[in-house]
């Protein structure tokens, strides 16, 4: 009989006889390593004495990974099915676990928020300023709120705005300025400076709407259309505007005689403008009709600034003419006037701006002044006053800018 130590023994060399596949594994990486070429050489020449059964082999091998690939998709997509039904079964618990993961994980959701803002700052800006946009009311209220909680911090941040020298000198400055067109105005008597605060959002979609507007292909073209037809239909009004009315008259006595609805003379007026002036120009096809009814806007400004004008010359010029014609008389009747308000116990007036408003008296009943506003016809009565005054006798009364722009709003 054996030894049951030599048994044992016997038993513990027997795997060294028989080596693991772990050893054949490890031998054949060994061997591949060791020969490449070669291995690479005999498989070039198995495929060309076997070109047949090669390529069946690679079918098949091909046909198991497309399996193999649409097994594995088809897990997935069972894999994302039931989460997502999951997901809307329960979306209390996702929610607590989307919190208590992020409030766990607070440094890696900074660093995902950190990189992928550096990746796509734009894009996250964009869209925060359209989200702000989409509600205008909700972002100041949010804003207000931010204030009334952050007073001090507020404060703070304009404190170290202003520590700048360069930004306070300027803000100074802007005040200083602000200050001063204030007063210039007043002293003028000129209205102050309206102001509109434009918000962020108004700002950002004024540029939308210039960037759109400015680069438009065709905006150039469309630009000397406008311009060309603007500037023609005014100079078209202002020229033959007598004219256009008479005939525009005459078109509704003839429409009122023929029992048609009656239409307004400026309609008339424009419409025919309209028709005569495209007729004359080379190109309209880009024109709309906003373009159209803005040029007519203008063109109607235009022409009640002209009448303006005109009436307020008119006025000044038969003024001082009513003046000349009429001077013993009104100067007698100043000198009367004086001294009843001397008797009065009132103070004289000057004698020249008693003539001129008897001469003022006199005429505005034979002058069409329906353009002109009551302060306009001061200021009308003003320079004829200083023509009045002056001691030399010229053909043109003086010209005062500020009343001639006044008479011209």
Known sequence: MNDPSEEAGAAREAPAEHPS???AAERRRQYVAANRDRIRELNRLWRANHLDRAR???RDSMRRAAARRHREAEVRARGRERAKRWRVEHPERRREYQQRWVAENREKVREYYNRYYDAHRDEVNARAAAKRDADPERTKQITRQWAERNKERRAELQRNRRS???VYQAELEANA????????LSRADLPPKRIHVAT???RRANEREADAYFND???SEHLRQFTVFAESLTEHILKNGARMREFADAYGETRARMGLPPMLVEDVVYARAVEIVSERMRRVDLLTGRDVAAAVRSTKAAAVREER???FENLVKMVVNDVGRNRDRYYSDSEFENRA???RGMARVPIESLVVRLALQNVVQRVPTDRLTADVARDAARIAKLYVAAPSHSTEAPVDDRAKRRSLR
């Open 177 to 184: 300025a602000a200050k001063r067109l204030k007063r210039s």
């Open 164 to 166: 700048d020298p360069e």
């Open 21 to 23: 596949v772990d050893d």
């Open 200 to 202: 962020a959002a108004e």
């Open 56 to 58: 069946e082999l690679n």
């Open 341 to 343: 308000r001397m008797n």
């Open 309 to 311: 004008r005109r009436q």
């Open 217 to 219: 292909p065709a905006r």
